[in-house]
């Protein structure tokens, strides 16, 4: 029997980016039925695209919900189908697709689709702040003051993704350097840091010579946090050159703590919280919490399973 999924497609704003997306939306569809399913392709504004989800997994008769874009897109449509039984689907049509990469998933177009089509679902873990469901990672201190004034740089002065990231990392170091003081909470005991910024992984990323920024598995029910004591701007250089590098050593670099369940005090009433790339101002305390096995996404039918549970 056909598979019949409703595919959510970040929409941009624009007369150009109106013709791009009716031409994605037929090439999708027509990828999706090379192998045998029916597909609704619709493209919706970021800002719908949960709700739009949430939608589309009431209709009757709808097997998968699939997001098609970036990691935004997948942290979006994902939040919408969290704790539910159905189905999310992924075509990583972004830049990155951080998310489709560490589950093994295929980045072309007509391969993700045949994984879509005839894929089965297998259960993966979200981590969620606040409430606020994310599928990669959620961070605090430096990387959402890059990223808001990134998005400044993108709005007012039309600059280009990369180039506005670029401009406003350097605009950093000739600044005060954000700093969060922090107290934690985690497995019952207290701990008190001072560091430019904190990285919260769903499950644990390799931090390593030649993985930087990869998991294993996305099913191993934990959250991992990374912080780091450096805070000077020569530490922070010498730190994103490594990175740049990928030179970055965990037992060097960083602390790292894993738990399931994570509770960040700050002197700050509202913090800017990075989540899958977006940031969002938060009340504090932020409340981390992994929820297993919340997600059902469809990885190929034989092989390995992409979610790592071998």
Known sequence: M?????????????????????????????????????????????????AEAKRAAAETGVDAVVAGGGD???????????????????LPLGTLNHFAKDLGLPQELAEAAAVV????????????????????????????????????????LGHGKWYAMLIAVLNLFTRRMPRVHLRLAVNGEEHEHRTPFVFVGNNVYELELLTLGQ????DAGQLCLYFTPRSGRLAMVRLALRALFNRLRQD????????GDVWIDTKKKRLNVAMDGEVEPMDSPLHYQIWPAALRVIVPAEGASPAGSG
């Open 2 to 50: 056909a598979r019949h999924v409703v595919v959510l497609l970040n929409a941009k704003a624009g007369t150009n980016a109106a013709a791009q997306t009716r031409e994605q939306i037929a090439k999708v569809r027509a990828a999706l039925e090379a192998h045998g399913a029916t597909a609704d392709v619709r493209a919706v504004e970021g800002r719908h695209l949960a």
């Open 72 to 90: 935004g897109t997948q942290s979006a449509v994902a939040g919408a189908l969290a704790g539910t039984d159905v189905p999310m689907g992924v």
């Open 117 to 156: 089509a005839t894929g089965v679902p297998r259960p993966v873990d979200v981590g969620r702040v606040n409430g606020r469901v994310f599928v990669n990672n959620s961070s605090i201190g430096v990387y959402p003051h890059v990223v808001r004034h990134r998005d400044q740089l993108r709005e007012t």
């Open 215 to 218: 998991r294993k598995r996305l």
């Open 252 to 259: 060097r670099d960083f602390n790292a703590v894993c738990s």
